[in-house]
């Protein structure tokens, strides 16, 4: 017996047209006087600020994943900063809102090793050497980032000698207070009993921890309710430590897949000199009185 197959007729939505109608929409065609999207941004400019040194696919990829990170610490840097003015008036809530989209930029500085990491060795080492020197130990915003955030080392500031302006930038950054120091001479105006060795030092020398600043910042979540928003304070900053020390890690192991032990091209260890910061806290405090609780 012969089977038969039923007719099925599919349904076509005629009401649904194949483009977007713009015929009812106000856009305006003629801008006048105003800048357009390009002008505003100056894409003539961005889009053309990446120059591959050899003809290898992948460099692009290498140019654009650090320009777009060196983008993003550039918005971290003018939200901590404003951050920084907001604690030294003792004006909090504005801080959470800017420290909360740090850590979504971290996030996003975070994942970009994962486009990175789509470079195999063999790729990277076809244009490696058109590097020569460079390397992002010479990055002036990551270096003030680390710099206003707490982590002072004079020594690496060094590699700027030969642009003045930025070295004294830098020199700057690294003898004023960081975020973490106005953090503490907030928590001694607040009437909390922190160290004067805490709050009037040597901005240019690495914080050292303090079982006093510990006990102080233990005091400040043993009265969370009273002391409501320097513990949001706090939390907003184990946040902000957390994702530097996970980017610190991505960065290591994203490293190490694409050139494993090999020298980086700075000058360093490569993977070595990476890994001795993923043990490095800027906020040491507010990690060690965890154990207390």
């Known amino acids: 017996m012969k089977r038969t197959t039923p007719q099925i007729k599919p349904f076509v939505d005629l009401s649904v047209k194949p483009f977007v109608d ?3 929409e106000q856009v305006h065609w003629d801008l006048g006087e105003s800048p357009s999207y390009s002008q505003y941004l100056n894409l003539d400019k961005l889009l053309n600020a990446q120059h591959p040194l050899s003809y290898q696919h992948d460099e692009m990829l290498f140019i654009v994943i650090h320009q777009v990170s060196e983008l993003w610490m550039k918005l971290c840097l003018h939200e901590l900063n404003a951050t920084v003015d907001c ?3 003792d004006d909090l809530g504005p801080t959470f809102k800017m420290l909360a989209r740090v850590s979504t930029i971290q996030q996003q500085l975070l994942q970009s ?5 789509t470079i195999t060795p063999y790729d990277y080492s076809a244009f490696r050497n058109t590097l020569g020197k460079s390397s992002g130990f010479q990055s002036p915003q990551y270096r003030l980032l680390e710099f206003l ?3 002072k080392n004079a020594d690496t500031i060094k590699v700027f000698r030969a642009d ?3 070295h004294e930038l830098l020199e700057r950054a690294l003898r004023a207070p960081s975020l973490y120091d106005e953090v503490l001479r907030l928590l001694s105006r607040r009437g909390l009993d922190v160290p004067a060795g805490a709050i009037d030092r040597d901005f240019t020398q690495p914080y050292q921890a303090s079982k006093q600043v510990a006990a102080a910042w233990l005091s400040v979540y043993h009265n969370s309710v ?3 928003d320097l513990y949001e304070l706090a939390e907003r900053l184990v946040d902000l430590d957390y994702k530097f020390q996970l980017w610190r890690f991505a960065h290591v192991k994203t490293v190490e897949r694409i050139i494993g032990n090999k020298r980086g091209t700075g000058g360093t260890g490569g993977v070595s000199y990476l890994t001795k910061a993923l043990e490095l806290k800027f906020f040491p405090e507010l990690w060690t009185i965890r154990t207390s609780m």
Do not use: F, Q
Request: overall charge neutral; charged content about 40%.
């Open 22 to 24: 713009l015929s009812d």
């Open 87 to 89: 604690v030294r008036r």
């Open 113 to 117: 090793w994962d486009v990175l990491a």
């Open 149 to 151: 955030i707490g982590n």
């Open 164 to 166: 003045k302006e930025v």
């Open 226 to 228: 009273k002391e409501w």
